[in-house]
């Protein structure tokens, strides 16, 4: 059974940085694409950044610029450096990874910015 566990979640100040980390089990083969949500108190999961197998990334307008996806060259993890956080950036950050039509989400890590 495919498992995705985040990690890197924590409490910083506006302006710091945190790295999310989100690393799978239970896949002998890697994911197509890797993803990273978030959910703000009261309000509905929203993207935050993408990468593909090929290495393609996109990302939300709010964080371009600031947030920098990954993922390893096996396709079993993805990352999440996030710079000059900002307190609207607060959320449960999930994990999202998809191979061929099985989607697969993460328990989520909060992250909260102080301001």
């Known amino acids: 059974q495919v498992q995705l566990v985040e990690s890197g979640g924590g409490l910083v100040q506006a302006g710091g940085s945190l790295r999310l980390s989100c690393a799978a089990s239970?896949?002998?083969?890697?994911?197509?694409?890797m993803a990273w949500y978030r959910q703000a108190p009261g309000r509905q999961r929203e993207f935050v950044a993408i990468?593909?197998?090929?290495?393609?990334?996109n990302y939300h307008e709010r964080v371009k610029g600031r947030f920098t996806i990954s993922r390893d060259s096996a396709g079993h993890a993805v990352y999440l450096q996030m710079n000059s956080l900002k307190p609207e950036d607060t959320a449960v950050y999930y994990c999202?990874?998809?191979?061929?039509?099985?989607?697969?989400w993460g328990q989520g890590t909060q992250v909260t910015v102080s301001s």
């Open positions: 999202n990874a998809r191979k061929l039509v099985n989607l697969y």
């Open positions: 239970g896949s002998t083969s890697g994911f197509d694409d």
């Open positions: 990468v593909t197998s090929p290495g393609v990334t």
